[in-house]
């Protein structure tokens, strides 16, 4: 299979995977042209549109913008956030990192008593100091402006500054 027919099966079944999981009945299939044909206004033939070579999708794609203007993210990545992890408990701490412990997907771990870490997150995440049958005490969600996160010395609670 040369490399212009490779383009034309993969633009026909991105455009059906597309049309499947959409529902979009719209859709139509390959024209001889090797463009896709639509019902919709601003479709086939139309700059731009999908007969336009230069519009058939033939990988990866960006998401598209949200409604309002310019996009939330940074075209390199997730927005990453570097938060000092305090304790000020006498002991080792169970902690989770997710949205449910015992429950929810994420990780169990620990903190040290008296100690001072480093952790990466990302805005939205969720950290829960747990107790030793992992059901959450205390939450904070990581914003982006986090830069602390403390335990308490009650080994209970948990601030984020």
Avoid: H
Avoid at 49 to 72: H, N
């Amino acid at each position: 299979m040369n490399c212009s027919m490779s383009r034309i099966v993969l633009a026909a079944s991105l455009a059906a995977s597309l049309a499947a999981s959409t529902g979009c009945g719209q859709l139509m299939p390959m024209t001889q042209g090797g463009g896709l044909t639509s019902t919709q206004p601003g479709g086939a033939g139309a700059p731009g549109g999908p007969t336009d070579p230069a519009a058939v999708p033939v990988g990866p794609t960006a998401p598209a913008t949200p409604a309002g203007g310019a996009g939330t993210e940074s075209s390199s990545g997730p927005t990453t956030v570097s938060v000092t992890v305090r304790s000020a408990c006498p002991k080792t701490v169970p902690v989770f990192y997710g949205d449910k412990p015992r429950f929810g997907s994420g990780t169990r771990s620990t903190v040290t008593s008296n100690s001072v870490s480093n952790k990466t997150f990302q805005p939205g995440d969720v950290m829960w100091v747990t107790d030793e049958k992992e059901e959450g005490l205390g939450s904070v969600t990581i914003a982006a402006s986090t830069r602390q996160i403390e335990i308490g010395s009650d080994c209970r609670s948990i601030v984020a500054r």
